[in-house]
DNA sequence: TTGAAAACCGATAGGCAATCGGTTTTTAAT
DNA sequence: ATTAAAAACCGATTGCCTATCGGTTTTCAA
């Protein structure tokens, strides 16, 4: 799953604020980079080729809305990455951890340990 | 940091034995992929100028060593990923757990909270 | 000194994002 | 129904990067 630059943006500006249509994020992104219409255009059409976009139309125009949500999408990378690099294949997270933990502070440690725990809580409410 | 898959192959190669020679990396990888050892020579080169090898002269080859560990590849790619998807940037290891959470069940919960004593233990240490 | 080994250089093909002009289709207003 | 505007769609082009490999130059050791 490669993203050039630009769909990224318009990630980005659809996470924030979907459905849109192309020229609603062009209106949105050329403030910042200029370019034209067709652009965005076809950048939306590559994302959802992609399937990371869906569309329906209304009025005259396809609203796109982002298929995937952020933090999915980044799950996604982190365990591609993981697969593509990591010896043993394990969960992306626990690989992730494996190779990062040398950074984290005591602080940082009970950050992660309090989100363990809520995730053990909504395991148990199941 | 793009990676094509013949670079991947290369840095496997290396961190499983380096340093190494053009012709050693060659005659591991051409028996899955055939190709020509000018091939992975230019992979090597390219390799070496996005400084992920080292090299040092030796006899009259280069030989080749990563210049960064598996996990510290893993580590990078990770937190590149989420700074350019993470709403508020954080450390890249929580911002993945954040995203990820969701996919682990119990016996993971264990598996990371051993890893974060571990890594409690290693600071108190110092 | 010379022949082999390896590095180095340059060209080419293929894939993908970005770009945008031009054409067709769709829609809404008259 | 007609038509003008809006938007989608199509196709070409550019630029960048990996992979590939032939050919030339450099280096080293016998």
């Given at each position: 799953m490669q993203l050039g630059d630009l769909e990224k943006q318009v990630l980005h500006t659809l996470w924030q604020?979907?459905?849109?249509?192309a020229k609603e994020v062009y209106a949105i992104l050329s403030k910042s980079r200029g370019g034209s219409l067709n652009t965005i255009q076809s950048t939306l059409d590559r994302l959802y080729k992609k399937e990371l976009l869906s569309r329906a139309k209304e009025g005259h125009a396809w609203y796109y809305s982002p298929r995937v949500e952020r933090r999915q999408l980044i799950a996604k990378i982190i365990n591609q990455a993981t697969e593509e690099f990591a010896e043993h294949q394990q969960s992306g997270l626990i690989a992730a951890f494996a190779s990062m933990?040398?950074?984290?502070d005591a602080k940082q440690l009970d950050e992660l340990e309090t989100m363990i725990q809520e995730r053990r809580q909504a395991l148990e409410r199941r």
């Open positions: 604020q979907a459905p849109a249509s933990s040398e950074e984290l």
